[in-house]
């Protein structure tokens, strides 16, 4: 007899994630329950048990996760990085302010790893990341689109594989764009769509065009990355601001990146005529060389 399983608790940020992992979750026989701390939320987590919760409510948010009988929680979706003397704090988020303040000092990962080892060790909760729910979630090692990567867009991918592992061992990011051998941009905090809206406020001369796409963005984990709340994702926006930025194609970490409708990403990007790729560990060593 095997055991039920445990109901989720999703901690959600922005973006299309929370509700796609809520479905995922339920299809596969979980209970969920959400609890949304950006304001931006997507308000289709309405359709759930869900609450709401300011992100420097840190009382009530561990309240209303054991309330509801969540042991096992995702944190998913995009959160801005807090500024902790704006974000009203109550007295559970006082008492975790000076681990709070190092955690931040040690940049993206490290803040997500605090958090993640302060649910688990302090407070009983096991922490699991997306994927783990989800495996559908997950990009495969294919091409996903009718367009294929041809033998000119090797060099772009190589480079901007080279790239993004730059910026993600800085915890600066986890993506780039090269184009012709050049590196266009490199992901920063803003994210990859800003990224992308940089590379289309470029000269048409630097860059592709429709019509005459070139240029690849590629999406990997930072290296040494806490896989379980920060994984690359991509989604139908990713390829309309690709497609924007005249580009020919996404490459992706196979395995390592989420994609939220994967049909309707496949179906956007073959109407604009872009490529997209989920890539193998083998050939993502080999671009490092």
């Known amino acids: 007899m095997t055991d039920e399983p445990r109901k989720l608790g999703i901690v959600a940020g922005r973006g299309p994630l929370?509700?796609?992992?809520?479905?995922?979750?339920?299809a596969a026989?979980?209970?969920?329950?959400?609890?949304?701390?950006?304001?931006?939320?997507?308000?289709?987590?309405?359709?759930?048990?869900?609450?709401?919760v300011r992100i420097g409510a840190h009382g009530e948010f561990l309240r209303l996760l054991k309330k509801n009988g969540c042991r096992d929680i995702v944190?998913?979706?995009?959160?801005?990085?807090?500024?902790l003397s704006k974000i009203g704090l109550d007295f559970?988020?006082?008492?975790?302010?000076?681990?709070?303040?190092?955690?931040?000092?040690?940049?993206?990962?490290g803040l997500l790893r605090g958090i993640a080892g302060y649910l688990e060790k302090d407070h009983g909760l096991r922490v699991i990341g997306a994927h783990e729910v989800a495996e559908n979630l997950l990009v495969p090692e294919?091409?996903?689109?009718?367009?294929?990567?041809?033998?000119?867009?090797?060099?772009?991918?190589?480079?901007?594989i080279r790239a993004a592992l730059d910026v993600g061992a800085r915890d600066i990011g986890q993506g780039a764009v090269a184009c012709r051998g050049v590196v266009l941009a490199r992901?920063?905090?803003?994210?990859?769509?800003?990224?992308l809206a940089r590379v289309a406020a470029m000269d048409p001369a630097m860059r592709g065009r429709p019509g005459a796409r070139e240029g690849v963005l590629v999406k990997l984990t930072k290296p040494g990355q806490e896989r379980r709340v920060d994984m690359p994702t991509i989604g139908v926006?990713?390829?309309?601001?690709?497609?924007?930025?005249?580009?020919?194609g996404i490459a992706v970490e196979a395995g390592g990146t989420l994609m939220v409708d994967g049909e309707e990403v496949a179906s956007c990007a073959n109407a604009h005529g872009l490529f997209v790729v989920g890539l193998s560990a083998g050939r993502i060593a080999e671009a490092r060389r």
Do not use: Y
Request: aromatic share 4%.
């Open 18 to 26: 929370p509700v796609a992992l809520a479905e995922s979750a339920i």
């Open 29 to 52: 026989g979980r209970e969920v329950f959400i609890v949304a701390i950006d304001d931006d939320v997507n308000p289709e987590i309405e359709r759930f048990p869900h609450a709401r």
């Open 75 to 83: 944190l998913i979706g995009g959160i801005n990085r807090p500024d």
């Open 92 to 109: 559970a988020g006082i008492r975790l302010l000076p681990r709070l303040v190092r955690w931040l000092a040690q940049g993206d990962d």
């Open 142 to 160: 294919a091409v996903l689109t009718t367009a294929s990567p041809e033998e000119r867009h090797a060099l772009d991918i190589d480079t901007a």
């Open 187 to 195: 992901e920063d905090d803003s994210g990859t769509d800003a990224m």
């Open 237 to 248: 926006k990713t390829v309309e601001n690709a497609a924007a930025a005249g580009l020919a």
